[in-house]
């Protein structure tokens, strides 16, 4: 067993995995020096430890100390050059337009050689005498290179310390099982953590998939692991033709969604295309996509494949039907798996029936029928075979409420409400006011990247604003009751109840993806922090192991005043109202990485009028977001130094969230953060958007998300109407509480999932 991947998930949940026994560990606890001084370092760091975990630390050897501590470095980058391009960056540099244009101008001419006084820089850069103040930079003010890293970072000035408590191998195996059988997709923390735990773990034969991409996850791990592993997972959890397809496709493209080769490559070409032309990669990048998706496969997976089908428990008729959506992909996947042949071998007669029903076409599907019914304009019939898919009705009950009526609609709809998972009743719940609201865009990312905006439906404008308010009321009081409904029919001999009173500030998670990945702290979309100080300040490192290149990434803001004015802190426009910027880094150095930072003062904010600041980054160079990119933000009650010498301004006690970006990004921008000024709470969200400036982002788009995160039912909510449900008295003391919410609690989502089976 591997305790450095247990170790690492364990941190994600504010927790420490110690391979000991509960009822062995001493309850005298002897301070040894190593421990004493193992503590010192956490502290540094923004970390306590609890009462059990401290007592089970000092049974431990040195060498697992020394483990952690650099589990935890890692984990927040304290060894990397935190060094930005500007020293002491909260006074501004005075740079302007016309110092780089006289530089451009002065190195056109030759520089030195022209005579011009100036300084000739290690990149080749001249710079002129009386344009930028040289003393001022770590690197090239011009090209944006540093010629000086920095190795250390500031400590210990964060206000608030977080507590690490203990994980046993028993808390690790219930996290695993919590991850396989979650009720919500899960997001990249989770996976990650899902994919490091698989090479812990077995899969343990009692468990129960419903999410789609576990599944893949699964079954992919199951392959690397050898022997009859992929086979065997598969044959127990791949149910439909269309379940073999997505694997097979999930193999090639990493996606869980079946995209059609074409969009894949559009997408390629779309982030690959640069403003300017000498630049522009677009075509090779699509031609190389092409290349990539091209199918071929060898023997040993064209047996699985025909294997898995043959085993769908699932009639011919249904299994052509299940085919059909995706009719010329399965075209093409049957000729390059070789189906047709295997299909003539002897124990493989079901799949010959599949392939022979798929091929002549004799089948109506359901959706030719539904079809044909909702063109009739016949009420009764669409109903009735809605209430047959009861997933599906969920998903367009708000345009058969708009097409049919509501009351109609409903008393359908009511009908199967027992049949759907909580989540997607609570997902319409939390939808249908923004649906409703003929004003309201909605957002959506398609897989192309980015974001884009819905225009509502046309059907809206038939009805006056009160009947629209009242079918999303409807539908809100209809999640209400059912799950009043599902508390109350669970049995349970508990007569007490604590809720934490953060978990009102955290979102019900019903799958809104995201795709960074965090080391440090499981945190749900749309979760609020609150701001203590007087700054924030924003943090971005890029580059780690890469050798020295061209990178450039930039950290920006976007601060939204009154009105429709906006005002922008970026590369280009160091100094705004309220914001600080510590110079455009454009070239890394080698191995260490690079910083930039931007600095937020409240009250100068709060001055300018400022309502709304927007925190994003994006690469400028081509193509996805780096890999090696962490983001996020510190705050603390005290001053948070910034270095005179070299500008770090760093300290790993005051980060309040910080995100990694996993590979699995697609756009190459993102909006991680919002700060709400006058209420000072940051929101953490995640929203990608593309265009190669921060000018792109359409303030409206930002607006729309927030009104969302806002509107959505609150972990401390729901645990209300479970309280109201099954008669529970609330305390105020966790510990004298026959169930306790605590916030640890909620920081597995998993665990806040359980409450929506
Ligand atoms: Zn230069």
Known sequence: MNDLNLRKVALRYQAMYLPVEKAEIPTIYEPTVPLMAFTARLKENGYCLSEELLHALSTVSIQTLAEITSIIN?????????????????????????????????NLFGGEAAGIKGTKLPCGHFIPEGTFPLERYNGCPYCGTPFMTANFVYHGQGSKLKELRLFTLEDMKQVFHSLLASPTPLDATQLDSLELLLDEFEVPEDVEITMKETVMVVIQKGKVRGENGEVELGLRFLKTPTDILRYFWYEKTGLVKIIEPKYLIERERKNNTHPWIPMDESEEAAEQKRNELKLKYNRLECRMAATWLNAVAMTAQQAAENMNPKRGMWVRMIHALRLGEYSRRKGFEHLAEILDVFYKQNYETWMGKLDRAQRANDKATTLKMLCERPGLFARCLFATMLRFGKDDTLKAFETVLDKLPARLILSLGNNAELYFDPSCPRTAHPITGGTVTIEPNPLLTLYSDDELEGMAKAVKDLYAMAMRQRFAQQFTEHKTIYIDPQLYDIPVSVGDRTSTIQDTACALQGTRFPVEGDSVRLFMQWGKDLPAQHLDMDLSCRIALQGDIVEECAYYCLVAPGAKHSGDIQHIPDRVGAAEYIELSLPELEQAGARYVTFTCNAYTNGNLSPNLMVG?????????????????????????IVRISEANLANGLVFGVLDVAAKEIYWLEMPFTGHTLRDLNGNVVEALLKRLKEKLSVGQLLDLKREAQGLTLVKNPKEADEAYTYEWALNPANVGTLLY
């Open 74 to 106: 890692e984990a927040l980058g304290v060894n990397l050059n935190w060094a930005p391009l500007v020293k002491g960056w909260d006074t501004p540099t005075g740079e302007t337009r016309m110092d780089h244009l006289i530089t451009f101008l002065a």
């Open 633 to 657: 933000w510190m705050n603390s009650a005290y001053p948070m130094t910034i270095s005179n010498e070299t500008g770090v301004a760093y300290d790993p006690s005051c980060v309040q969230h």
